[in-house]
């Protein structure tokens, strides 16, 4: 099915490293993407965006990095705490017929004290 | 609280039965989109409405069916419920077609078992 696919499943760092999660996506059309934080028993929370005519953002504590030759996306998390513990979900907005968000599988970030 | 309300908050049921999950959109959207998310699994999109109008549909099932009232409140209907249909259900607003960019709120989400 459609999906936007993700490198690693799990990812599991020391507490104060930082973390890089992976994205890849097929949509060479897609001009917006998106990261979301999704905690165990919650929906999806927002945490950064980035069209496609740039290729980093940085946010507090976070910076996306998109690369359109390779369509790669990536979500940096400086300084990893307890709380970043979470499943993260890179999002591509496609249009097809109508705009919509697709979503990648997700990965699992663990940070271990 | 993302100003995104679904209820209930979790649903048990029995094979065949059928329920409806409703969804409130955050105060002045208009557009809403419902995920079906599976064990360990990314969000699937279901459906689209926009101001009571369908915009767009994913990989729903014909089982089931979705609306949009006037008050922008929108309700999914799951029929002959399966087994396979446990999972999570979410619903997420954005202002209007065009403004996705500005990002979509998603609710807490109804954990649906199907028993």
């Known amino acids: 099915g459609e999906s936007v696919g993700l490198h690693l499943p799990t990812l599991s760092v020391q507490e104060g490293d930082n973390s890089i999660i992976n994205c890849a996506y097929s949509?060479?059309?897609?001009?917006?993407f998106i990261w979301y934080k999704q905690e165990s028993g919650k929906g999806p929370q927002f945490i950064i965006d980035?069209?496609?005519?740039?290729d980093k953002r940085q946010g507090q504590r976070v910076t996306v990095l998109l690369n359109k030759t390779v369509k790669h996306l990536s979500l940096q998390i400086a300084a990893t705490q307890p709380g970043d513990s979470a499943v993260y979900f890179c999002?591509?907005?496609?249009?097809?017929?109508?705009?919509?968000?697709?979503f990648g599988q997700g990965t699992r970030l663990t940070i271990n004290p | 609280d993302s100003g995104v309300t679904q209820t209930p908050k979790h649903l048990i049921t029995a094979t065949g039965q059928r329920v409806t999950l409703r969804c409130s959109p955050r105060?002045?959207?208009?557009?809403v989109y419902w995920y079906q998310q599976s064990l360990d699994q990314g969000l699937q999109f279901l459906i689209q409405?926009?101001?009571?109008?369908?915009?767009a549909k994913g990989n729903i099932l014909e089982r089931f069916s979705a609306q949009q009232f006037p008050d922008l409140h929108s309700e999914l209907n799951l029929s002959s419920l399966e087994l396979g249909d446990s999972a999570l259900y979410f619903c997420?607003?954005?202002?209007?077609?065009?403004?996705?960019?500005?990002?979509?709120?998603f609710g807490s989400g109804t954990r649906l078992t199907v028993v």
């Open positions: 999002a591509e907005n496609r249009y097809q017929g109508a705009q919509k968000l697709v």
């Open positions: 980035i069209r496609s005519n740039m």
């Open positions: 949509n060479s059309a897609s001009d917006y």
């Open positions: 409405y926009y101001n009571g109008e369908e915009r």
């Open positions: 997420a607003s954005s202002a209007a077609p065009g403004r996705e960019r500005d990002g979509y709120t």
């Open positions: 105060s002045g959207d208009l557009s």
